[in-house]
Nanobody, 126 residues
Framework: QVQLMESGGGSVQAGGSLRLSCAAS????????VAWFRQAPGKEREGVAK????????YYADSVEGRFTISQDHTKRTVYLQMVSLTPQDTAMYYC???????????????????WGQGTQVTVSS
Protein backbone atom coordinates (compact mmCIF):
# COMPACT_ATOMS: atom_id res chain seq x y z
CA GLN A 1 0.00 0.00 0.00
CA VAL A 2 0.92 3.69 -0.09
CA GLN A 3 1.54 5.89 2.93
CA LEU A 4 1.45 9.70 2.64
CA MET A 5 2.83 12.20 5.14
CA GLU A 6 2.25 15.96 4.88
CA SER A 7 4.41 18.67 6.42
CA GLY A 8 5.06 22.39 6.10
CA GLY A 9 1.92 23.92 7.55
CA GLY A 10 1.96 26.84 9.93
CA SER A 11 0.63 30.31 10.70
CA VAL A 12 1.27 33.32 8.46
CA GLN A 13 -0.17 36.77 7.89
CA ALA A 14 -2.18 37.67 4.81
CA GLY A 15 0.11 38.01 1.82
CA GLY A 16 2.58 35.48 3.17
CA SER A 17 3.80 32.20 1.68
CA LEU A 18 4.14 28.55 2.69
CA ARG A 19 5.31 25.37 0.97
CA LEU A 20 3.63 22.09 1.85
CA SER A 21 5.24 18.70 1.24
CA CYS A 22 3.69 15.26 0.75
CA ALA A 23 6.12 12.35 0.97
CA ALA A 24 5.07 8.92 -0.27
CA SER A 25 6.31 5.50 0.81
CA UNK A 26 5.27 1.94 0.06
CA UNK A 27 4.95 0.58 -3.46
CA UNK A 28 7.78 1.27 -5.87
CA UNK A 29 5.12 1.88 -8.51
CA UNK A 30 4.34 5.59 -8.64
CA UNK A 31 0.87 6.94 -8.05
CA UNK A 32 -1.02 7.89 -11.19
CA UNK A 33 -1.92 11.29 -9.78
CA VAL A 34 -1.57 13.21 -6.53
CA ALA A 35 -3.80 16.00 -5.27
CA TRP A 36 -4.07 18.52 -2.47
CA PHE A 37 -7.35 19.09 -0.66
CA ARG A 38 -8.34 21.43 2.15
CA GLN A 39 -11.15 21.56 4.67
CA ALA A 40 -12.08 24.26 7.16
CA PRO A 41 -14.24 23.50 10.23
CA GLY A 42 -17.90 23.35 9.28
CA LYS A 43 -17.17 23.55 5.55
CA GLU A 44 -17.01 20.92 2.83
CA ARG A 45 -13.77 19.47 1.54
CA GLU A 46 -12.35 21.35 -1.45
CA GLY A 47 -9.97 20.10 -4.11
CA VAL A 48 -7.10 22.57 -4.49
CA ALA A 49 -4.59 21.21 -7.00
CA LYS A 50 -3.67 17.98 -8.78
CA UNK A 51 -0.70 16.68 -10.74
CA UNK A 52 -0.43 13.77 -13.18
CA UNK A 53 2.81 12.18 -12.01
CA UNK A 54 3.66 10.67 -15.39
CA UNK A 55 3.29 13.80 -17.49
CA UNK A 56 3.56 16.62 -14.97
CA UNK A 57 0.26 18.10 -16.10
CA UNK A 58 -1.38 20.18 -13.37
CA TYR A 59 -4.89 21.31 -12.50
CA TYR A 60 -6.04 23.99 -10.06
CA ALA A 61 -9.19 25.19 -8.40
CA ASP A 62 -10.27 28.64 -9.58
CA SER A 63 -9.84 29.98 -6.05
CA VAL A 64 -6.09 29.30 -6.01
CA GLU A 65 -4.96 29.42 -9.66
CA GLY A 66 -2.19 31.95 -10.07
CA ARG A 67 -1.25 31.77 -6.39
CA PHE A 68 -0.60 28.06 -5.74
CA THR A 69 1.79 25.77 -7.63
CA ILE A 70 1.91 21.98 -7.39
CA SER A 71 5.14 20.20 -8.32
CA GLN A 72 6.93 16.89 -7.79
CA ASP A 73 10.35 15.41 -7.14
CA HIS A 74 10.40 11.82 -8.43
CA THR A 75 13.67 10.95 -6.69
CA LYS A 76 12.28 11.94 -3.29
CA ARG A 77 8.79 10.62 -4.09
CA THR A 78 7.45 13.94 -2.86
CA VAL A 79 4.79 16.33 -4.13
CA TYR A 80 4.85 19.99 -3.12
CA LEU A 81 2.30 22.77 -2.90
CA GLN A 82 3.85 26.24 -3.04
CA MET A 83 1.37 28.82 -1.77
CA VAL A 84 1.85 32.58 -2.16
CA SER A 85 -0.36 35.63 -1.57
CA LEU A 86 -2.23 33.76 1.12
CA THR A 87 -5.53 35.14 2.43
CA PRO A 88 -7.67 34.23 5.46
CA GLN A 89 -9.92 32.26 3.10
CA ASP A 90 -7.02 29.83 2.63
CA THR A 91 -7.13 28.84 6.31
CA ALA A 92 -7.85 25.10 6.52
CA MET A 93 -6.45 21.67 7.20
CA TYR A 94 -4.60 20.62 4.05
CA TYR A 95 -4.42 16.98 2.96
CA CYS A 96 -2.59 15.24 0.16
CA UNK A 97 -4.13 12.25 -1.60
CA UNK A 98 -2.93 9.72 -4.16
CA UNK A 99 -4.65 7.64 -6.83
CA UNK A 100 -2.85 4.47 -7.94
CA UNK A 101 -5.41 3.17 -10.44
CA UNK A 102 -5.64 4.49 -14.01
CA UNK A 103 -7.44 7.70 -14.88
CA UNK A 104 -6.83 11.19 -13.55
CA UNK A 105 -9.48 13.58 -14.83
CA UNK A 106 -9.25 17.35 -14.80
CA UNK A 107 -11.69 17.75 -11.90
CA UNK A 108 -10.36 17.26 -8.37
CA UNK A 109 -12.73 14.99 -6.43
CA UNK A 110 -11.97 13.29 -3.15
CA UNK A 111 -13.86 10.13 -4.10
CA UNK A 112 -11.31 9.50 -6.86
CA UNK A 113 -8.41 9.07 -4.43
CA UNK A 114 -7.43 5.95 -2.49
CA UNK A 115 -4.73 7.08 -0.06
CA TRP A 116 -4.68 10.10 2.25
CA GLY A 117 -2.20 11.79 4.54
CA GLN A 118 -2.89 12.93 8.09
CA GLY A 119 -3.18 16.62 7.21
CA THR A 120 -1.24 19.77 8.05
CA GLN A 121 -2.83 22.97 9.37
CA VAL A 122 -2.53 26.28 7.52
CA THR A 123 -3.71 29.41 9.32
CA VAL A 124 -3.70 32.84 7.65
CA SER A 125 -4.42 35.89 9.79
CA SER A 126 -5.64 39.27 8.58
Amino acid sequence: QVQLMESGGGSVQAGGSLRLSCAASGYSSNSNCVAWFRQAPGKEREGVAKIRTGTGATYYADSVEGRFTISQDHTKRTVYLQMVSLTPQDTAMYYCAARTTPACAAQIRGVDFDYWGQGTQVTVSS
